[in-house]
């Protein structure tokens, strides 16, 4: 069993991730591998984070397309900035996404939001 399993049984077995450093001081990515219950493609599930990046996760999540390596995330508010290219579907059911964090500004960016809410 996961630990993410443990905290969320309904999980356990349908997703695995890992997160690591990558040679810049600040900047760390997040490899997420998931089984999907529910068939949806690579693209589906891309604009639905791109939606989510735009309205209700405005600043938290980001949402990129673009040829992207860690020094461009070096600064970035969010805690965040899914990577569509570097993901993968390898079918309707399992799918892999990549997403980078600025582990100290958005870290602080969620500090400051909790501090004003």
Avoid: Q
């Amino acid at each position: 069993m996961t630990k993410v399993g443990k905290l969320i049984p309904d999980l356990n077995g349908k997703l695995t991730g890992m997160a690591f450093h990558v040679p810049t001081p600040n900047v760390s990515v997040v490899d997420l591998t998931a089984r999907l219950n529910k068939g949806d493609t690579y693209e589906e599930i891309c604009a639905a984070i791109k939606e989510a990046a735009n309205d209700p996760l405005k600043g938290i999540l980001a949402y990129t397309d673009d040829e992207v390596v860690s020094t461009d995330f070096i600064g970035d508010k969010h805690s965040s900035i899914s990577d569509a290219k570097a993901g993968i579907s390898h079918n309707d059911n399992f799918v892999k996404f990549v997403s980078w964090y600025d582990n100290e500004y958005g870290y602080s960016n969620r500090a400051i939001d909790l501090i004003k809410y």
